[in-house]
């Protein structure tokens, strides 16, 4: 699976987005080595706090159907906004904690533009489990 087409994945995700409190409606598609594919939506919640982005939701989603964060190669993240979505700082820090250093985090939006940047551009100096030790 291409770029293009990962980022198609994560639309259809986000035509899956609970979002009627912020009408901001957000899609990602994850892309693991074997070839699967694993989408999220943002759902909201009347307590706002209470909402979860879509990045989190395809990762956790990824997660919880038995995939291990070194199986991760890509993620796909789109939204309508001007130019490429930027994710929020909370999904950064998720990112990294289960991507691999080296893989490629897609942002896009409905005109088709796209940037594609490492974890480690994404949020450079990060905390890690590691700096606890
Ligand atoms: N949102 C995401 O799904 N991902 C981001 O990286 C930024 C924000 C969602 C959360 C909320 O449902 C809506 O966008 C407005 O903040």
């Known amino acids: 699976?291409?770029?293009e087409e990962l980022l198609q994945a994560a639309i259809e995700a986000r035509d899956l987005s609970y979002s009627p409190y912020s009408r901001f409606a957000v899609g990602a598609a994850l892309f693991t080595k074997d070839g699967r594919v694993y989408q999220g939506a943002n759902v909201e919640n009347s307590s706002y706090g209470l909402s979860m982005c879509a990045e989190r939701n395809a990762i956790y989603h990824a997660l919880m159907e038995g995939c291990a964060g070194d199986d991760f190669l890509a993620l796909a993240i789109v939204a309508d906004t001007d130019g490429p979505v930027s994710p929020c700082g909370a999904c950064r820090q998720v990112i990294a904690e289960f991507f691999p250093k080296d893989s490629q985090i897609i942002l896009g939006n409905l005109r088709g533009e796209m940037k594609v940047m490492s974890v480690g551009e994404l949020l450079?100096?990060?905390?890690?489990?590691g700096d606890m030790q």
Not at 124 to 129: D, H, T, V
């Open 1 to 3: 699976m291409n770029q």
């Open 124 to 129: 450079p100096y990060a905390f890690e489990g």
